[in-house]
């Protein structure tokens, strides 16, 4: 073998070792950085630790984390949308209404809110406003009326395949006069 080629070889090798280790500092400076900063979210740091409260099944610290982005941040809809169904969660269910309506007003165009809202409405007995807002989601997003997909019952553990919105809506129709 001619060692004047494997010199080169060794020095290609150093180049992207040195590159490479180069690569992985500069990545983890990058995430030191955009991590430490006094806002993650546009919702602030509140919403943050709400959404994992509210993943990890903490209705009640996720309400009050949900509040304090409401309060910190007034137009950040998303958060709005947390507490609503934080409050569905909780069985706060005329305050869960007033919450969902307050979203539905500010982002008329959510057909998840609209679908949050039938399921709560539906929950409470209010079958003819349920139905209102099942349709109007599904017309909204048609895909919402498809139900969960084998991955999110897969990552939620939910052994069986619930009903549709649109299973549920079928159901309701022939129900109600």
């Known amino acids: 073998m001619d060692r004047s ?3 080169k070889t060794d020095t290609v090798y150093k ?3 040195y590159i490479g280790i180069g690569l ?3 990545s983890l400076g990058w995430a030191f950085y955009k991590g430490t900063g006094s806002e993650t979210h546009p919702g602030g740091l509140a919403f943050s630790q709400a959404v994992g409260f509210y993943t990890d099944g903490k209705y009640e610290d996720a309400l009050q984390y949900y509040e304090t982005s409401i309060i910190e941040h007034p137009d950040f809809i998303h958060a709005k949308r947390g507490r609503a169904r934080t409050l569905m969660q909780l069985g706060r269910d005329l305050e869960a209404l007033e919450a969902f309506n307050e979203v539905l007003e500010q982002d008329p165009g959510s057909a998840v809110s609209f679908a949050n809202r039938g399921i709560l409405q539906d929950r409470m007995g209010l079958y003819p406003q349920a139905i ?14 498809e139900g969960l997909d084998w991955f999110t019952r897969l990552l939620q553990d939910r052994k069986e395949k619930p009903q549709t919105l649109t299973e549920r809506l079928q159901t309701l129709r022939k129900a109600t006069p």
């Not at 209102?132 to 919402?144: E, Q, V």
């Open 132 to 145: 209102a807002d099942y349709d109007k989601a599904i017309k909204m997003d048609p895909h919402l009326g």
């Open 15 to 17: 180049g992207i070792r």
């Open 24 to 26: 992985i500092f500069a």
């Open 5 to 7: 080629f494997a010199m």
